[in-house]
């Protein structure tokens, strides 16, 4: 059985960092493709960062790039995210995500196979 485990959300002023980690167990994890995607309130789930072997490296949705960094412990199967100067609009709650196939991208949500519970991450002004 796949699990994912977040940790490391909570509450932050603007400017401030933060950083997220994900445990995962139940698959093959170096094989995978893992990523993180957010949802905030009355929003849709979006696509954040991930790992993508066809790329040959990471990918960033626009709104983070520069400011958030994706990396991978594969020893430890975990996941990170570590974001840096967040803002306001980062609020949101944020996942783990795990595709459906080894080697296969996870830039959209209908990618996805496996989900972690979510972890809150609220940025004050």
């Known amino acids: 059985q796949v699990q994912l485990v977040e940790s490391g959300g909570g509450l932050v002023q603007a400017g401030g960092s933060l950083k997220l980690s994900c445990a995962v167990s139940?698959?093959?994890?170096?094989?995978?493709?893992m990523g993180w995607f957010r949802q905030a309130p009355g929003k849709e789930r979006e696509f954040v960062a991930g790992?993508?072997?066809?790329?040959?490296?990471?990918l960033y949705a626009d709104s983070v790039k520069g400011r958030f960094t994706i990396s991978r412990d594969n020893a430890k199967n975990t996941l990170y995210l570590q974001m840096n100067s967040l803002k306001p609009d980062d609020t949101a709650v944020y996942y783990c995500?795990?595709?459906?196939?080894?080697?296969?991208?996870?830039?959209?949500?209908?990618?996805?196979?496996?989900w972690g519970q979510g972890t809150q991450v609220s940025v004050s002004s």
């Open positions: 995500a795990a595709p459906r196939a080894p080697f296969r991208g996870a830039t959209t949500v209908t990618d996805i196979g496996n």
């Open positions: 790992f993508s072997w066809s790329a040959g490296g990471t």
């Open positions: 139940g698959l093959t994890f170096w094989n995978y493709d």
